[in-house]
């Protein structure tokens, strides 16, 4: 069996399997590099800063592969999503947008060991062209090409879906904890308007809360990992998805009076892959709480929080 096929088969049928998980995602990178020309290692190769964020390098995507957890989840939630597309769309081709593919398309390649390209067409996109040229050398070397519908360099804040073809699903995964410095909000703002009805956009929803955290419970977590400390959560600053989909708004949040040694304001990233493949706080590098500062002393004040879009995207605030 190839490490391919093995890596998809832990991934999705061993998910509690994480020295197994853990050791097929590294030995498929160096699988990848061998095939693609881009490997893991030094950071030697350049950003691209877009007008509405920094879309990352390919040496930089290419780490995204092991990032355990949220290569894990979204594999998951993705062969759910393909699952229920099928149903939607019985005997018809499904075809995938992938905005950001790197130079791996990893959360689309396992899926090459599961269905025919009979099954699945890939339209894969980035706006780097080393990142496709290397997806490309990929494709052609283990002979995946029949998959590829087509390859797209473009920008996916302003790429405009094909007319002739019915997309089944759009993937995007090109953001930060807390939605900052890259261009998923654009991204999802261009494209889940212009998506079929039935269509699945991946992730399905991505919200995030301003929550007062006991750094001390926090820290228990280490002791006791399971356990969710208990937080106080003040409300929602934006939550976009397939259903929801508007711009970010300005939001004002009261800290309580009451708030004993919850002291650190901290925003927290939830993602909803598919159905009930989550990300929620920790799991990977996407949801760590961004810090925003200590409250005590500022009991019962109001906050002004913005999402700014443009090339530093990101929440931005100020006392009221
Ligand atoms: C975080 S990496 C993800 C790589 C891979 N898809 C994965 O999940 O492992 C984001 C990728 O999206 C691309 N990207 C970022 N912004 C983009 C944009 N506006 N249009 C097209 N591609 C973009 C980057 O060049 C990079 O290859």
């Known amino acids: ?39 893991i290692g030094d950071i030697t190769d350049n950003d691209i800063m877009l007008p509405s964020g920094k879309a990352i390098s390919p040496i930089k995507a290419a780490f995204c592969l092991v990032e355990i957890q949220r290569t894990a989840v ?11 597309l099928q149903a939607s769309f019985p005997g018809e081709r499904i075809h995938i947008l992938y905005a950001g593919c790197g130079p791996y398309a990893t959360l689309l390649t396992p899926f090459t060991t599961r269905y ?25 070397g283990l002979e995946l090409e029949d998959y590829v519908a087509e390859w797209i360099c473009a920008d996916a804040t302003t790429y405009q879906l094909p007319e002739d073809q019915t997309i089944h699903m759009v993937i995007s995964e090109t953001m930060l904890n807390a939605l900052r410095k890259e261009p998923q909000v654009d991204i999802m703002l261009n494209l889940i308007p212009q998506m079929h009805e039935k269509a699945l956009f991946i992730p399905q929803n991505i919200t995030v809360t301003a929550q007062l955290l006991d750094n001390r419970k926090e820290m228990d977590r280490g002791i006791e990992p399971y356990l969710t400390p208990e937080r106080i959560n003040l409300g929602t600053l934006y939550a976009i ?61 109001k906050l002004i929080f913005n999402y700014e879009r443009g090339e530093k995207p990101g929440f931005k605030f100020e006392w009221a």
């Open 116 to 140: 025919t390209s009979n099954e699945l067409a890939f339209h894969l996109l980035d706006i780097n062209q080393i990142s496709l040229t290397a997806a490309q050398k990929l494709y052609k």
């Open 241 to 301: 998805g397939r259903e929801i989909y508007e711009p970010p708004q300005r939001i004002v949040i009261e800290i309580p009076q009451e708030i004993q040694n919850h002291k650190n304001l901290s925003l927290l990233t939830d993602i909803t892959v598919f159905d009930n493949e989550r990300l929620s706080t920790y799991d990977s590098s996407l949801n760590m709480p961004v810090r925003i500062q200590e409250v005590s002393g500022h009991e019962g004040r």
């Open 74 to 84: 979204f594999i998951r939630g993705i062969n759910k999503a393909i699952a229920q």
């Open 1 to 39: 069996m190839s490490i391919l096929e093995q890596s998809t088969n832990t991934l999705l049928f061993k998910p509690t399997a994480f020295k197994d998980i853990y050791d097929d995602l590294h030995e498929l990178s160096d699988f990848y590099a061998a095939h693609s020309g881009i490997a």
